[in-house]
């Protein structure tokens, strides 16, 4: 069984028929069940079967009963498993068959044991091209051989005169039990206790093995076609738990195949497989209905082509991709498109093209192809002129305003700090020198500062600072321009959770499926949903304040806002579907095939080409999207320049410091010597004040008072001014080296 399933999966058949003839015991229902299992692992299923009478209770020789079973009107699958019959039984039911049409190119008949054991012996040019499935034996042994012989002197009348494989079972159970007597000592003739005594056995029909008296054989299989008569070709092997392979004597990874051979199918049909399905004809066209929607555009005031759009011309793309013609005709229904499904699942219909959405519950009724389009849930709101009395500081957020702001704070106390001490522009007050860094600081902002600089370290600052500014001007004066230029309107309506808030109404299409959307999964109340008959009646019900929104899949909404893009605006999907497709009946291998022509089509632009010629023709138009308004700049596009610009004052700041603090101990061992004794307080400062005024005048038999370091405030020096030990002592003589001065 498992190996029809294979050959099912092999060749993508979905949906087979099964026929066995009754036996009168019930034997078929248990090879139905492991039959059923076994394709349900491939993902088939049998769609139907039929029984076949015993011969016996047959009242026409003719088979007319058999043409009757045979008629499928409701049946599209073209896949037949002959599970069991005797041969006459099968030889008949080919006849029938062929004459009613059901060989033929797209038809695939699969016989099992029970019919090519016994193929040799009959002659039957009915069933060329079917596939049957055989148990390998080596017939090439001296054992088969010898038994061969045997077997046709003792039995002569048989039409086959070679043995086939329920003749060697039966020799091989046979000789198991004569083995299973020589090995017992004691003189039973319990059977079971007599095959206990056997685990395994190597005879004609292959290897056997014994659990508990049970026999288990697991063979290895032959495919075969039936090419003329009673002729047939060995095709490859299946193995259990193996699949397909072309030799059993070579090693298995060598070995392994996905395919059965050449096969010549029903109808001498070689270049492909047959589709398995009941193909359209010219008596019988595919019967696809369509919808008249926005996708599908019927007219029929034409009497050639009255049907288009842009559903209708994806079909025509595909059908120009497919390996064989399909004759169709199509058929206008107006109705919901769930009632469209319903009339392909009950077969009343056999495709349908149009703008159907992929939908779960919707797939359990028929085959959907590949969507060709996305789909989504937007929503559709109109537009306000949006006027901000404070749009200047959108361009940043408060925190990026915030880290300017401190970087510029920080940037005007290292160019104080670096140029006070030799620059005369920032000497005077502290508020005055205060002033100076900080409007030199701010004029730099447009390039237009005039104080000059004196110090090397400060010009290093500054450079930073300046490309910090240039960096920061850019940045807001693009994002300013984006943001008046872009964000002149504003929705009306953000989300739906304000939809729902605020009780609004909202429009939808009546006939689809995004009205159980909203008030199942969305929880909008049902009250507030309005149905509109049309797509075009949407700006009308925008315009009487009848809805404040609308509800369209992502396709519709892009036609929409081609349309009406003045003054509506359109949500990005939020809430995704599973796309637009055709659909078709439950297992037909033509869906299959729609389905890898529009993988190509996407694959090379032809459907994106289809969808800006039918959907957004207008290119003045182009789609807007809230999602497209310029955000604030923020903290974490600048993080890098702000950090770079913080190192560099700091370092500035800190070589500045190493060489003021380098100068003071030259000046302090130059001028005080050891003065070891002087405490701490004295010493601070002596240090600010050389920091600040680079004089050196605190004397040290005092404590410096607060009236001392408040002087660093006051202090209006514009040089420093330090002087040497020479000058010391020829200003006052008295002192010796290391003596402290005296104020």
Request: proline share 4%.
């Amino acid at each position: 069984m498992y190996c029809i399933a294979d050959l099912l999966s092999l060749y993508t058949w979905k949906r087979v028929i099964v026929i066995y003839q009754d036996d009168g015991y019930g034997g078929d229902s248990g090879m139905l069940a492991l039959l059923s299992e076994a394709l349900q692992d491939v993902g088939s299923k049998i769609e139907h079967h039929l029984v076949l009478p015993r011969v016996s209770s047959l009242s026409n020789p003719s088979w007319g009963e058999l043409e009757e079973l045979l008629k499928l009107p409701t049946f599209q699958s073209r896949v037949f498993i002959v599970l069991q019959s005797s041969f006459s039984a099968a030889t008949n039911l080919f006849r029938v068959a062929k004459r009613m049409g059901l060989v033929d190119r797209d038809s695939a008949w699969i016989i099992t044991e029970s019919i090519t054991s016994l193929l040799e012996s009959q002659v039957n040019h009915d069933m060329e091209g079917t596939l049957g499935i055989k148990t390998y034996y080596d017939t090439n042994s001296s054992s088969y051989a010898k038994f061969e012989k045997e077997f046709q002197t003792r039995v002569p009348e048989e039409d086959n005169s070679k043995p086939g494989i329920y003749a060697l079972r039966a020799y091989d159970i046979m000789e198991i039990i004569a083995h299973a007597i020589r090995k017992t000592t004691n003189n039973t003739t319990d059977l079971q206790v007599l095959l206990n005594t056997v685990n395994k056995h190597m005879g004609l029909s292959g290897e056997m093995h014994l659990k508990r008296g049970v026999v288990l054989n697991t063979p290895t299989f032959r495919i075969i076609n039936i090419v003329k008569g009673n002729k047939y070709k060995e095709l490859n092997f299946w193995a259990p738990g193996f699949g397909f392979s072309k030799s059993l004597t070579k090693e298995k990874s060598e070995n392994r195949t996905n395919d059965v051979g050449t096969v010549v199918w029903p109808g001498n049909l070689i270049e492909r497989a047959p589709k398995g399905w009941a193909m359209p004809t010219v008596r019988k066209p595919l019967r696809i209905v369509v919808p008249g929607r926005t996708f599908v555009k019927v007219d029929s005031r034409k009497n050639t082509l009255p049907y288009d759009g842009f559903c209708i011309q994806i079909f025509y793309k595909v059908l120009g991709l497919l390996d064989c013609p399909l004759l169709y005709e199509f058929h206008a229904v107006n109705g919901s498109y769930d009632d469209l499904v319903e009339l392909v699942h009950n077969k009343t219909f056999d495709a349908g093209v149009g703008d159907f959405t992929v939908l779960a519950g919707r797939l359990d009724k028929v085959e959907f192809t590949q969507p060709y389009i996305e789909s989504g849930l937007s929503m559709i709101v109109q537009e306000k002129n949006e006027q901000l009395t404070w749009m200047f500081i959108k361009p940043l957020t408060w925190q990026m305003w915030a880290a300017s702001g401190a970087v510029l704070v920080y940037t005007i106390l290292i160019i104080w700090f670096l140029e006070r001490p030799s620059n005369p522009e920032f000497s005077g007050p502290l508020k005055n020198q205060i002033g100076t860094a900080t409007w030199f600081t701010f004029t730099s902002l447009f390039f237009s500062q005039r104080e000059k600089i004196h110090n090397n370290l400060t010009r290093v600052v500054v450079i930073m600072w300046l490309f910090v500014v240039l960096i920061l001007t850019s940045s807001y004066t693009a994002n300013l321009s984006s943001m008046l230029t872009i964000q002149r309107l504003k929705p009306n309506v953000t989300d739906i959770e304000m939809l729902k808030r605020t009780d609004t109404k909202v429009g939808l299409d009546g006939d689809s499926f995004v009205e159980d959307y909203l008030k199942n999964v969305l929880q909008v109340n049902s009250k507030n949903i309005i149905t509109i008959s049309s797509e075009f009646n949407y700006t009308e019900a925008f315009r009487n304040k009848s809805i404040s929104a609308a509800f369209l899949e992502l396709p519709y909404a892009k036609v929409f806002m081609n349309h009406y893009c003045k003054g509506y605006t359109a949500t990005a999907p939020t809430f995704r579907f599973g796309g637009l497709g055709f659909i078709f009946q439950k297992g037909s291998p033509i869906a299959r095939d729609f389905t890898k022509a529009i993988l190509q089509l996407l694959e090379d632009g032809e459907l994106k080409s289809l969808e800006d010629t039918w959907l957004t023709p207008n290119r003045d138009c182009p789609n807007n999207a809230t999602s497209d308004v310029p955000q604030s700049l923020s903290v974490k596009n600048f993080m890098g320049l702000y950090v770079i610009s913080g190192a560099t004052s700091t370092i500035c700041l800190l070589l500045s410091f190493t060489i003021f603090l380098k100068k003071y101990q030259q000046h302090q061992e130059a001028y005080l010597g050891n003065a070891s004794y002087e405490s701490v307080w004295n010493r601070t400062v002596r240090i600010a004040r050389f920091l600040y005024n680079r004089e050196f005048n605190v004397p040290i038999s005092r404590s410096p008072s607060f009236v001392d370091v408040l002087e660093l405030t006051s202090s209006q020096e514009e040089h420093v001014i330090i002087s040497t030990p020479q000058e010391v002592e020829a200003s006052n003589p008295e002192q010796t080296e290391g003596s402290p001065p005296h104020s």
